[in-house]
């Protein structure tokens, strides 16, 4: 997207599953509470619309230098110093919607992230072990290349496109780091 | 309700000492498998309503099963390997909680080492408990940790608070 912003654009995928967003909640909130988001989505985009919105889903991108948008969670980060890193996370809960949806929201993040959820904690003792890594004298460097050279295509908005488990958020964040910080834009 | 004080006491240093030598399956045994059974960890503040705001853990017995089960599967990497820890217990207050419950309330020390890393971890702060007695032993149906530092930034927390 330029300027060290990058998405993972997983429309073509929802789209050919076609699955709506509020299909990933069956069993883990209640039909009817559902069913009324839906119908207040229907209500304020037109029915159309409003389905699209869900089955192309939420985001998961990286907003330069420091926003990510992961699907439901949204998160930013805070250098420190060069050895320590603040990172800062919230669910984005949804306006207007039945508040047992938005329970489910704070549940299902509290069991992902933060410091005693089950990704984001054991992410940041790989990052951090990273870190000793790095101060090994040999093989300092870090593979982000996870996804290069894998199919790659534009989409009708002109934004470049990878497969979803690319690491493509982290190489364009950090070779917008690179230019800005060698004063390409100075 | 007669509170066996003694016997109360004898139960939380026994739930604490199964959590510092994370002996998982002992631990869970201790816990009540009743619908409104959590084991939580407020975030931000002490007071936090779970239905609208952030928990750090707000576990019911199936996600606290699962959060056990995860480790033993050596993929847990903050735990691979497990912390070693131990924590003291004072201040114990106990009182006649809602629904044939107790209710306990007690300050906590604990100290964590983590294997790859050199200074320990120290965690402070306050439990809650409710407890359901059964025969002559207890169950938790509520375990709440108060930590001192629940609005700062936090390192890991996947020892067994």
């Known amino acids: 997207m330029g300027n060290g912003h990058a998405e993972l654009d997983m429309r073509p995928m929802r789209r050919k599953i076609g699955m709506m967003a ?12 559902v069913a009324t988001y839906q119908k207040s989505m229907s209500d304020f985009y037109g029915e159309e619309k409003a389905k699209q919105i869900l089955i192309d889903g939420p985001a ?28 800062y996370y919230a669910p984005a809960l949804l306006k207007g919607a039945p508040d047992a949806i938005n329970t489910m929201r704070l549940r299902e993040d509290e ?23 790095l101060d090994a004298r040999m093989n300092e460097w870090i593979l982000m290349s996870r996804g290069m050279g894998n199919e790659s295509w534009v989409d009708e908005q002109g934004a470049t496109v990878e ?23 100075s | 309700m007669a509170l066996d004080y003694r016997k109360i006491e004898q139960f939380l240093f026994r739930e604490a000492r199964l959590a510092d030598e994370n002996a998982y399956d002992d631990w869970y045994a201790l ?30 017995m199936s996600r606290l099963n699962l959060r056990l089960k995860r480790v033993e599967t ?14 003291i217990i004072g201040n114990i207050e106990i009182s006649e909680g809602k629904d044939g419950l107790i209710e306990v309330g007690a300050n906590f020390q604990a100290t964590e080492i983590r294997v790859n890393v050199n200074t320990p971890f120290f ?32 390192t890991q927390l996947t020892f067994l608070v």
């Open chain 1, 111 to 133: 069991g992902a992230y933060g410091p005693a959820g089950f990704q984001l904690a054991d992410d940041i003792e790989v990052w951090q072990r990273n870190y000793s890594g």
């Open chain 1, 22 to 33: 509020t299909g990933e909640w069956d069993g883990k909130v209640d039909a009817d509470a």
């Open chain 2, 123 to 154: 965690w402070h702060g306050r439990y809650i408990y409710h407890l359901r007695p059964e025969g002559d032993d207890f169950k938790m149906r509520m375990k709440k940790v108060l930590l001192l530092n629940n609005d700062q930034e936090m």
């Open chain 2, 74 to 87: 050596g993929m847990a990497w903050t735990q691979e390997p497990k912390s070693r820890v131990r924590r």
């Open chain 1, 163 to 185: 497969g979803n488990l690319s690491e493509l958020n982290q190489r364009t964040q950090w070779a917008h780091y690179k230019d800005v910080m060698t004063g390409k834009y």
């Open chain 1, 60 to 87: 998961h991108a990286i907003i330069f230098p420091n926003l990510f948008i992961i699907l439901q969670e949204l998160r930013w980060s805070v250098p420190v110093s060069p050895y320590e890193t603040y990172i």
């Open chain 2, 31 to 60: 816990w009540d498998q009743h619908d409104e059974t959590v084991y939580w960890v407020p975030c931000n503040h002490d007071d936090v309503d779970p239905e609208r705001e952030l928990s750090i853990i707000y576990d019911n």
